[in-house]
Structure formats: C-alpha cells, structure tokens
C-alpha cells in the first residue's frame, strides 16, 4: 500500500489541467491573442443568439467562432509538445486524448531516480485489487439519464394525447439532445476507476517500450 500511495502521489502531479495551461504558456503571444479574442467573440455571439432569437447569422457566427478557437489551440498544442511530436509521433497521435502520452513522459520523468522496481510491483499488485474491488455503475444508471428516460417515456405516455403535436415533437427532440449530450459529458468525465487503470497503465508502459522508427 505504501509504494501505491508514494507513486499514486506522483501520477497526480500531472493532472490534464497543468497540461492544458502549459499550452497557453507556451504559445505565442499572437497565438494567446487569437485564443482569446475568439472566446471572446463567442460568448458575444452566443448572448446575441440567445437575445435576438431567432437570429441564423449569429448562430452562424458563434460556430465559426468555436470551430476557429478549436484550430488554434491545436496549433497551440503542436507547438508546445513539438519536441515530443518530433520523438514519439506515432504514440502521441494514438495516445492523444487527455494529453496521455505528454504526462506518461512527464510522470516517468519523476519516476526515474525515485522508485525501485520492488516499489513498481508492489504498486501493481496493490492497483489490481483496487481495480476489481471498485465497482462503478454504467452511466445508463446515472439519476440524469433515468430521469431524461423518464420525462421521454413520460411525453410519450400522457402528454403526447393531449399536447398539440408540434409541441410534442419539440420536447421530445429537447430530451434526446440532453440526453445524447448527457451521454457523452458523463462518460467523457474521469472517475477514480479510469484515473487507477492509467496509472496503471503508466507503470507498465516503461516495461513494453521500445524505440520508434
């Protein structure tokens, strides 16, 4: 237990946020600029939206905002981890998402001098059984989800004999968005059952290594 609490406490000194402030940090001062005037333009066009609806220009506006905001901090994470493009391209395509591959450098970084090998098994031995004594409910148990099934089942039931189709219709497409994107939020959301598996995960990585082509 003591070697997973030592090492444990080194993988949480690389959380995605410091990632993801270091790529401001790094980037230009043009590129800082454009990140922020673009947040900017968006929350301008998105209170117009909302104000003058219905008005398709600002909606239009408000995308292209977002989609322009989404290029430039790419460009802005390129840049700050181009060294790390450069020397693992493959892996920190594959391994992109969450910025994984950019704190499993940084994490064996800290590794490195600080734990022994008998500290890195005993960590393991000690993460499986956290692993399979930790049960997490699926996200279609979530209260949000029963709920939006609820109100979904609820239109169709009773409402629907009653309510004027058009408004039928509406409150039904509502639901399905909210629950399509409720879906996606919490199961996109990092549980202490994901945050083990790649810790896990980064303790076994310097095992299989291998030089890239």
């Known amino acids: 237990m003591d070697s997973f609490l030592k090492l444990y406490g080194l993988y949480r000194s690389v959380p995605r946020w410091k990632v993801a402030l270091s790529i401001y940090q790094g980037a230009s001062s043009r590129l800082k600029w454009l990140l922020w005037s673009t947040k900017a333009f968006f929350a301008v066009f998105a209170s117009l939206q909302f104000i003058l609806i219905p008005n398709w220009p600002y909606f239009l506006l408000m995308l292209a905002a977002a989609c322009a905001w989404g290029w430039l901090f790419y460009k802005a994470h390129k840049s700050a981890f181009s060294h790390e493009y450069s020397a693992h391209p493959e892996r920190m395509k594959y391994f ?38 930790n049960s997490v409910p699926p996200v279609s148990s979530h209260p949000v989800i029963t709920f939006l099934f609820a ?27 909210l629950l399509y994107f409720s879906y996606m939020i919490l ?11 790649e810790f896990k995960r980064f303790l076994l990585w310097p095992r299989d290594e291998r030089p890239e082509a």
């Open 187 to 197: 199961g996109a959301v990092n549980t202490t059952q994901s945050d083990l598996k």
């Open 96 to 133: 992109e998402r969450d910025y994984q591959y950019v704190r499993y450098l940084q994490f064996r970084e800290k590794l490195n001098g600080v734990a022994s090998r008998q500290d890195i098994q005993g960590a393991l031995a000690f993460l499986s059984e956290q692993i399979q004594s």
């Open 151 to 177: 109100a979904i089942f609820a239109i169709l039931g009773s409402a629907a004999g009653h309510w004027p189709a058009k408004y039928t219709v509406a409150s039904l497409l509502i639901l399905l968005v």
